[in-house]
């Protein structure tokens, strides 16, 4: 049963079908390798595998009667921020150790009723503050590839599980790269949809104004059926968007000629950025001539927005546990301390000013887009570092320069202010066969064009064939 583990979501459709499989196989093989691969990577902290055979004998009921759901007898990866029903949620925090949600949260009533069937939820860092995972309720989580480096965050957990053959399929959310940036360290297909594609609600305090929902997968075609299904408005979330005229999984298909593409390697703010993320990114991206695009490198020289990420992301977190702070200083992560205090200095001058560098954010990147369909970076700065126990949040040097707490993903968190689809594309390993992720970024709305281009590279330079080894040994 290994090749199960590395089976796509619409090849175990496809095999359901056929009656090659069914959903109670496929739960129990997931189950025991969970049981063998999890205590070594620390993906899922909780996990509800009694239920998830139950649910899967209930799919193959629905496999006989001919009338399967889109996700059918899939099973799926839930971060464990993200609210289910009946099933601790703690956000990786003491504070919510013991929280058990008493409603799911829309995508994952949506994903339930498509018939995914869920196996637990998965790993992040304290509030999925940062780009690790991390935390003191469950320790950190480790890199599929080599398990002393870090799986990225803040959605380590889903990308490490899906790059594991733990699951299929993950969900993944995104305030300044979570599902790209672990996505891009771990070697899968992580998607941020536009603001709003998903519905945020019901959600725990914190990430208001930057956070995306978003499909953590091994194919893009895995993706496209998960946003299908996830997507549509809600009358909960005041800024989910009107429903998607057409169907995802539909317009990602056809070739890319045409299309105008950017590659760039700095945005604008100066970040270090590793020689080998670079020429592998650079190479990825300009192979899209082959598929006949038009592809140039550009130098955009737009505003700076660390401090921007920064004044929001600690501003929030900070309201979210004022009332509980003392309580809260005592079990927190110890590196968060220092951030957080910082954020009670913050003014209304502070937080009104991010308004206004994320107007002049969106007015230039608009103009990019003006004259390019796509864009395309790094995801990251570099490819996984060192997972130490309780830090650190970033790498210490890149390229031989000093790096930062944030610097290493200055490519992800300009577009959750500007709210557009990005994803992250597995596009070739370092010299230490470590993943490197290629970032394609589309205007708003088009999220299908962003698949289409992730689609047409995955077909030609597929990657999903490509395994960690260690997990095996």
């Given at each position: 049963?290994s ?9 175990l ?12 196989e ?8 969970i049981a063998?691969i999890?205590p ?13 055979l139950?649910?899967?004998q ?5 496999y006989?009667?001919?009338k ?5 007898g ?8 993200t609210f ?5 949620t ?22 339930k ?9 998965t ?10 995972t ?10 599929p ?12 957990g889903s ?6 053959g733990l699951?299929?399929?993950a ?7 979570s599902?790209r ?9 992580g ?10 609600y019901?959600?725990?305090p ?17 993706a ?13 979330d005041?800024?989910?968007?009107p429903?998607?005229?057409g169907?995802?999984?539909?317009d ?20 270090p ?8 990114t650079r190479?990825a ?5 082959e ?20 004044t ?6 900070y309201?979210?546990t004022?009332?509980e ?11 968060y301390?220092p ?9 209304n001058?502070d ?9 002049k ?5 608009s ?8 864009l ?9 570092f060192?997972a ?5 949040l970033?790498p210490?040097?890149i390229?031989g320069k000093?790096?930062?707490p944030?610097?290493w993903?200055c490519?992800?968190y ?5 709210g ?6 597995p ?5 230490e ?16 064009l962003?698949?289409r ?8 330079h597929p ?11």
């Amino acid at each position: 049963m290994s090749e199960v583990f590395w089976m796509s979501a619409v090849e175990l459709i496809e095999a359901y079908k056929k009656k090659k499989l069914s959903p109670v196989e496929v739960v129990r093989a997931l189950k025991d390798r969970i049981a063998k691969i999890n205590p070594k990577l620390n993906a899922f902290v909780t996990l509800v595998l009694d239920t998830a055979l139950s649910e899967a004998q209930e799919s193959g009921k629905a496999y006989q009667k001919g009338k399967p759901r889109a996700l059918e007898g899939v099973p799926v990866a839930i971060k464990d921020n993200t609210f289910t029903r009946g099933i601790r949620t703690t956000d990786g925090s003491r504070l919510y150790e013991n929280f058990v949600p008493d409603k799911d949260a829309v995508l994952v009533e949506r994903l339930k009723n498509a018939g995914a069937i869920i196996l637990g939820k998965t790993n992040l860092p304290e509030f999925g503050l940062v780009g690790i995972t991390d935390n003191v309720l469950f320790g950190k989580t480790v890199n599929p590839w080599n398990l002393s480096r870090t799986s990225g965050g803040s959605s380590g957990g889903s990308a490490a599980a899906v790059a594991a053959g733990l699951c299929p399929i993950a969900q993944g959310n995104d305030g300044g790269g979570s599902i790209r940036i672990p996505s891009s360290l771990c070697g899968v297909f992580g998607l941020k949809p536009t603001y709003g594609r998903v519905p945020n609600y019901p959600h725990l305090p914190g990430w208001e104004t930057l956070n995306h929902e978003g499909p953590i997968t091994r194919t893009v075609e895995d993706a496209a059926i998960m946003l299908d299904v996830m997507a549509g408005p809600s009358p909960y979330d005041q800024y989910s968007l009107p429903e998607y005229p057409g169907k995802f999984l539909k317009d990602m298909k056809g070739d890319v000629k045409g299309i105008r593409i950017a590659y760039a390697c700095d945005l604008g703010g100066g970040f270090p950025v590793d020689s080998q993320v670079i020429a592998l990114t650079r190479k990825a991206a300009f192979s899209f001539k082959e598929l006949g695009c038009q592809v140039e490198e550009i130098s955009p020289k737009w505003i700076n927005m660390e401090a921007d990420f920064l004044t929001t992301i600690l501003s929030e977190t900070y309201a979210a546990t004022e009332s509980e702070f003392d309580k809260y200083k005592g079990m927190a992560y110890p590196l968060y301390l220092p951030f957080l205090e910082v954020a009670t200095a913050f003014t209304n001058r502070d937080i009104i000013k991010v308004q206004f560098d994320r107007y002049k954010l969106v007015e230039q990147v608009s103009t990019t887009f003006e004259k390019y369909d796509l864009l395309m970076t790094p995801a990251t700065a570099v490819a996984a570092f060192e997972a130490g126990d309780m830090g650190p949040l970033g790498p210490e040097k890149i390229d031989g320069k000093d790096g930062g707490p944030s610097s290493w993903a200055c490519f992800t968190y300009p577009f959750n202010f500007t709210g557009q689809p990005a994803a992250s594309v597995p596009c070739g390993f370092n010299s230490e066969g470590l993943p490197v992720g290629l970032q394609i970024v589309g205007r708003r709305l088009q999220e299908a064009l962003v698949l289409r281009a992730a689609a047409a590279f995955e077909k030609a330079h597929p990657w999903s064939d490509k395994k960690p080894q260690l997990l095996e040994l």
